[in-house]
């Protein structure tokens, strides 16, 4: 086998180990990772406007209102307006939005982290310099992506 066949059997099985954690996501609950992080962002914010879970989440706030949308009309958030100012709408989870985010499986990323923090601090450094070298390689450094391991719908600034 070549050198760079190497390199993309291992990107492919990463991108085969987010697509089948993503699955599992779906298949047990429901929803898309995007949608967890949502909600999971909206319980961890003082103020959970749209705009503030895009910065927590690190996408865009197009993307985010896109799933806000879909997540209000499967009852899991309701919208409200701010009690301090009426301009700003907040995101608050319902009992429903409350139970998925209890029954969602671990994060594929909480198992990486674990291994990833056992490493020595150039090891760590080392991956993170490949992988932002990888991203260049790929023509993919400005694709909106946030820093949570997820398949699906990427957009472009």
Known sequence: MKDYEELFVALRRITRAIDLHSKKLQ???GLTTSQLLVLEAAVK???ASPSNIAKEVQLSQATVTNLVDRMERNE???R???NEDKRVVEVHLTEKGKKMIDLAPEPLQAGFLRE???LE???Q???IGSMQRIAVLMDAEDIDASPILTTGELLTP
Do not use: G, P
């Open 45 to 47: 914010l003082s103020v």
């Open 27 to 29: 298949r047990e609950t």
């Open 116 to 118: 990833y923090r056992k």
């Open 121 to 123: 601090r150039w090891e």
């Open 76 to 78: 899991l958030i309701l």
């Open 80 to 82: 409200k307006k701010s």
């Open 125 to 127: 450094h080392q991956l």
